[in-house]
């Protein structure tokens, strides 16, 4: 059992004050694995103001050493690969080979991705007779989930250092190995003292994170509701926001669109990390002639998505995050099969491990648009298959939630898809099993958030532009 009771604050391990702690439970055998310190206001301001002082020297130097540091924490990251994603397996629930390559490897390679864009990005630009420069906003309060552990980190914490700004984190108290690993990677690369500081602990050491006066920008990532609530803040105080929120996600498939393709992908999506990912493609939408063609198929492809031990080499769909979190998920589920949706696969009532926080992947089918189901975030492994008449239906339906994340398209003919894929008011969407693209920026419209992550858009959330007039004389004089 490891006990999680030190914050990284101006470059050191320093044992927390507070005697609150969270308890952390494996998802698959519910035995603890540790408990994580409660970080309070003072530690929150120290970190703070540790990342202040080291402000103006970190954001002085080249970008190319800022970048060097960032690289030299992704290779000592490397170095915890196995380690990193077992321990993320066991918190999340995400099976293990999944795990090490989607949790661990790529945000390390995200790492020094960024780190080779900086240059590039935040290179001065010519406007006329103005000079533009990129100025890292200050010190940042980043606030990450337990979903994604290492993967929200990243897309806040490097990009924010080759910016040129200090950063005080909040990871989540459910996952707190990543933050762990994180630290000591950054003291281990030389990283200056101050430049990033860790400070574990609950929502209200979150809210004191929010609340100090010399944060710059909050870059947030969880749930719309907490959302809303940092910005409401973060607007009396004029501070920046970057926030990543939820999502409900829709896959339109025409009716010359390949079945098994869009089902194999939906699948894959909405399943993924056992549904605990705000980007799942959490609807299908399919002309109501074809209703029967896709109900038999995806009831079929949902019986090889083997439920069990993350640690287990068969295992395609682990366990969820927590007890209460698995509680929330069933009530849903429950509530969706008393208003008598077609039950297509799962349900509350199918059978999963007795031991371990599992639900079994659901599917409802001939699921009305307006329905709560078809309307609310569940963050779980639950789809929902809509029916439309038209095309054009099929786009009210998908841009008809307050949300708009992730979206995706499926046509015989790929201009068709497109036609469609421009219509919709998401963030990112996929057209005929398109792969994901990290170096494209991912956010999303409405409810599901402000700003951007991934690639140069990412790095450009955590600074200021500036522009430099210079006299047409000296302009002139210099060409």
Not at 138 to 162: E, F, R
Not at 199 to 219: E, I, K, M, R
Not at 359 to 385: K, M, W
Not at 445 to 454: I, V, W
Request: glycine share 10%.
């Amino acid at each position: 059992m490891t006990a999680y009771q030190h914050h990284l604050i101006d470059g050191r391990w320093t044992p927390a004050q507070s005697a609150d702690r969270t308890r952390v439970f494996d998802s698959a055998s519910e035995a603890e694995l540790g408990h994580v310190a409660h970080g309070t206001d003072a530690e929150i301001g120290l970190a703070v103001q540790a990342a202040k002082n080291a402000f103006a020297s970190w954001s002085a130097l080249p970008v190319s050493a800022r970048a060097d540091f960032v690289r030299g924490i992704a290779n000592q990251l490397e170095e915890h690969v196995d380690s990193l994603a077992r321990g993320i397996a066991a918190e999340v629930g995400m099976p293990l080979k999944l795990s090490q390559r989607i949790q661990v490897q790529a945000p390390i390679l995200a790492w020094r991705a960024t780190a080779d864009l900086a240059a590039d990005c935040l290179a001065d630009a010519r406007v006329g007779n103005s000079t533009i420069t990129h100025v890292p906003v200050g010190v940042v309060g980043a606030i990450t989930p337990w979903n994604y552990p290492l993967h929200q980190i990243t897309g806040k914490v490097a990009a924010a250092l080759v910016a040129g700004c200090t950063v005080v984190l909040k990871p989540s108290e459910l996952a707190p190995c990543t933050a762990r690993a994180l630290g000591e990677a950054a003291l281990a690369a030389g990283l200056p003292n101050g430049v990033l500081n860790i400070v574990l602990g609950d929502a209200a050491t979150g809210q004191a994170l929010v609340d100090h006066p010399d944060v710059a920008l909050l870059s947030f990532t969880g749930s719309t509701a907490v959302g809303r609530r940092i910005a409401a803040s973060a607007g009396q105080a004029l501070k920046r926001v970057a926030l990543e929120l939820g999502g409900k996600s829709a896959c339109i498939a025409t009716a010359d669109a390949p079945a098994e393709n869009v089902v194999r992908q939906v699948i894959g999506s909405c399943f993924l990390n056992s549904g605990q990912s705000c980007n799942s493609l959490t609807r299908l939408l399919v002309p109501v002639e074809r209703y029967d063609t896709y109900r038999a198929l995806l009831a079929d492809a949902v019986t090889r998505l083997t439920l069990g031990d993350p640690m287990d080499s068969a295992t395609r769909m682990g366990p969820l995050v927590s007890a209460a979190h698995r509680d929330r998920v069933h009530a849903v589920i429950a509530e969706s099969q008393s208003q008598g949706f077609d039950l297509i696969a799962g349900g509350s009532q199918a059978p999963v491990p007795a031991t371990g926080y599992y639900i079994a992947p659901t599917i409802f089918g001939r699921v009305p648009p307006q329905s709560t189901l078809a309307q609310q975030e569940v963050f779980g492994p639950v789809l929902s298959v809509i029916t439309y008449e038209t095309e054009q239906q099929a786009i009210e339906i998908a841009n008809g939630t307050a949300y708009g994340l992730a979206g995706a398209v499926w046509a015989a003919d790929v201009d068709h898809a497109l036609r469609l894929a421009l219509q919709l008011r998401a963030g990112q969407v996929d057209v005929n099993g398109a792969p994901y693209n990290p170096a494209a920026p991912f956010g999303g419209f409405g409810d599901s958030g402000l700003g951007r992550e991934g690639g140069t858009y990412g790095i450009e959330e955590f600074v200021e532009v500036r522009a430099i007039q210079m006299p047409v004389a000296s302009t002139k004089e210099k060409s």
